[in-house]
């Protein structure tokens, strides 16, 4: 049977369902969710979008702008008044005038695009885009609500105890040895055990282990929330039957769970992902083949988890009526710029090998899904590099200021060759291999360790009023997929 607070939680649903539902009637609306783990791509990949429809990018494969069917898209107010609005502007100067990468995503945030454009049966149209920003890490939270503190609990640590976290969890372990969940709750036992379990999710982030799957994702990502105690629980080390004794420390960690739930989850789902149209799903996969075999497999691991939340509100929670209204999901594996473009097919294989494996367990009843290899700004150019009597296809781009590779210092002014190399064509192979995997770096190249390289934004130049346009690869691809069908 469902709960009161299901019921009050459904209720407020259809309300904004059919608010909703009324806009949509005088006016199309499309909204657009961007997710991804932090430093994926959302706010550069945004930043792309925007100015690709109000300035006209090259585009030859979204199909209404390349013909000539969009008159005009422009900026309107943001229309949700709780939400910050994207920082575009800004983010853009940054990115062309300063040839800096803007400030990533770290909470929620919207913009609304008008597209005014020409059926293809000749008549006006407008359709009003709205393109909403949030952390992944918010969106693998929504398996939580299944879930109780107990179960939460024996999955996070069990997962601890695996590599490469365990060694990072020491410390925590440590703490939480000394423990009694019997004990009568303290704030200061839990304040200590919250931050050690904190830090211990932020080493697994840190790029040299790049994990994926780290719920709660507010840990990280605090947003408005930092300190309060909705935000301040650990795992304890509990039966997942319980009971919890009252007054006990182990009650004190459930009851701040539940309230994580009612307090961060249950609006995210009500006021935001539920309300989604469309979404992308940015993933850094680059990034985990750097780090090895056991990011891949977290990776895959939280592809899954994302896949899961598709599901959610079609099965148990809620009925349906208030069904995610999702019908089409992209996933892309971003800076694909990093990479020749012999190999942009084989990022798009890989993911989809890696989404396949996950989708087994998921399955995404009523969306298309599709996959995309991009970069939403290039920052690189190809080029062929003579090695002796070898001809290397290498990238050149300008690697930010006080990037090291191979003991060398840049100045953020020096293009530079690098051999990005291939990328394995049997995922299989790679998965069982010694975790040796040289990945982004090819065999054949004598200086190869620039992997870890980060290149500053491209060098523009342009004579037209409007200003340069962005270069990017398969940006248009994207675009096509997720809202092509709504311009025809
Ligand atoms: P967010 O945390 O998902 O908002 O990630 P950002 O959009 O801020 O991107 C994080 C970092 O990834 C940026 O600072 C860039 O260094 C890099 N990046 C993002 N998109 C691209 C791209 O298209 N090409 C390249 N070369 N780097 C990118």
């Not at 939680?9 to 949509?24: I, Q, T, V």
């Not at 701040?256 to 935001?272: G, L, N, T």
């Not at 060098?459 to 025809?488: K, W």
Request: glycine fraction near 6%; include cysteine.
């Amino acid at each position: 049977m469902a709960s009161f607070s299901e019921i009050v939680e459904e209720a407020r649903l259809s309300a904004r369902a059919l608010l909703d539902y009324g806009d949509n009637l005088f006016n199309p609306t499309l909204r657009l969710g961007v997710t991804g783990l932090s430093r994926a791509g959302k706010t550069v990949f945004i930043t792309a979008l925007v100015h690709g429809l109000t300035r006209g990018g090259r585009f030859p494969v979204f199909e209404s702008l390349a013909t000539g069917r969009i008159a005009r898209a422009h900026l309107e107010p943001q229309p949700d008044d709780a939400v910050p609005r994207f920082a575009y502007e800004n983010h853009l100067r940054t990115l062309i005038e300063a040839r800096r990468w803007p400030n990533s995503t770290t909470d929620i945030s919207e913009l609304r695009l008008v597209i005014d454009y020409q059926r293809q049966n000749g008549a006006d149209r407008t359709l009003t885009l709205d393109i909403v920003d949030y952390p992944g890490e918010w969106l693998l939270d929504l398996p939580l609500l299944a879930k109780s503190y107990e179960q939460w609990a024996a999955e996070s640590l069990a997962l601890s105890r695996q590599q490469p976290r365990a060694p990072l969890a020491l410390q925590w372990h440590a703490q939480l040895a000394t423990l009694d969940a019997h004990a009568h709750e303290d704030e200061q036992v839990t304040l200590a055990a919250a931050k050690l379990f904190t830090e211990y999710l932020r080493a697994c982030r840190d790029e040299r282990f790049a994990m994926s799957l780290l719920p709660p994702g507010r840990f990280l990502m605090p947003g408005n929330l930092a300190g309060s105690p909705a935000l301040t629980f650990a795992p304890l080390d509990v039966p997942v039957e319980g009971p919890a004794p009252e007054g006990s420390l182990w009650a004190m960690m459930r009851r701040r769970y539940e309230a994580y739930k009612d307090v961060v989850v249950r609006p995210f789902f009500r006021d935001h992902f539920s309300r989604l149209d469309r979404q992308i799903v940015l993933v850094d996969a680059l990034a985990a083949f750097n780090a090895g075999p056991e990011a891949l497999h977290d990776l895959e691991a939280a592809l899954a988890g994302i896949l899961d939340c598709f599901r959610i509100g079609r099965a148990t929670f809620f009925s349906a009526l208030f069904r995610p209204r999702i019908d089409r999901i992209l996933f892309a594996a971003t800076k694909a710029d990093h990479l020749h473009h012999s190999s942009h097919d084989r990022l798009e294989a890989i993911l989809r090998r890696m989404l396949d494996r996950a989708a087994t367990r998921a399955e995404v009843a009523g969306a298309a899904v599709d996959v995309v290899a991009l970069a939403a700004v290039r920052a690189t150019r190809e080029a062929t590099v003579a090695r002796g009597r070898d001809k290397l296809p290498s990238i050149l781009g300008t690697p930010v200021n006080g990037e090291v590779a191979n003991g060398e210092i840049f100045d953020g002014e020096t293009e530079v060759a690098t051999f990005p190399g291939d990328l394995p064509v049997d995922l299989d192979a790679f998965f069982s291999s010694d975790g040796a995997f040289r990945g982004l770096t090819s065999a054949s190249a004598e200086k190869a360790d620039f992997r870890f390289l980060r290149f500053r934004p491209p060098l523009l130049a342009s004579d037209d009023a409007e200003g340069p346009a962005l270069p990017h690869i398969r940006l248009d691809r994207a675009l096509q997929f997720l809202i092509g069908d709504r311009l025809q």
